[in-house]
């Protein structure tokens, strides 16, 4: 008697093409705002506002992998993120594996909200997070100069 092996299943990966003219739209996610732009030629920037828990987590993975699209690269600014649960590192490993699947080279802008989360779930750095630099930097509106009634 022999036993047969079903044959193997094939492999299918879901690929969303984002609507071009809704691209840049934002999204409103319990606290949090999402929203992508298009950097030329393969590049897509997200930027996460607000605060991520088990609310929206798993809305912030999908809101990524939707606005892949055909990119070859991602960068992820969560530099603005004013609370980071540990529902987003499970997020954040769910970006990692479908950027792997679809060869995607993606970055990670993290906050120090962010950072203090990955130095406790993520402490053999397998995450990309990049260093902060001048390039991507951002100031919260509390640590920017107000100018009033013209130069002084």
């Known amino acids: 008697m022999s036993i047969v092996e079903p044959p193997p299943a094939s492999a299918t990966q879901r690929v969303f093409r984002p609507d071009p003219t809704s691209f840049e739209l934002r999204e409103e996610h319990h606290r949090a705002t999402f929203s992508a732009c298009d950097l030329p030629p393969i590049t897509v920037l997200v930027t996460i506002h607000g605060e991520i828990d088990a609310t929206n987590a798993m809305a912030l993975a999908g ?8 990119s070859r690269k991602l960068i992820l600014d969560l530099q603005t ?10 997020a954040l490993s769910n970006i990692n594996v479908v950027c792997a699947r679809r060869g995607v080279r993606w970055s990670l802008l993290a906050g120090p909200h962010v950072r203090r989360l990955l130095r ?3 402490p053999k750095r397998e995450l990309p997070v990049a260093e902060p ?8 509106p509390s640590n920017r100069k107000l100018l009033v009634g013209g130069y002084h």
């Open 120 to 122: 406790i779930c993520d």
């Open 81 to 90: 993120v004013e609370f980071f649960g540990a529902s987003g590192f499970a």
């Open 63 to 70: 809101y990524v992998e939707k606005r892949l699209g055909c």
């Open 133 to 140: 630099s001048a390039k991507y930097s951002r100031t919260r």
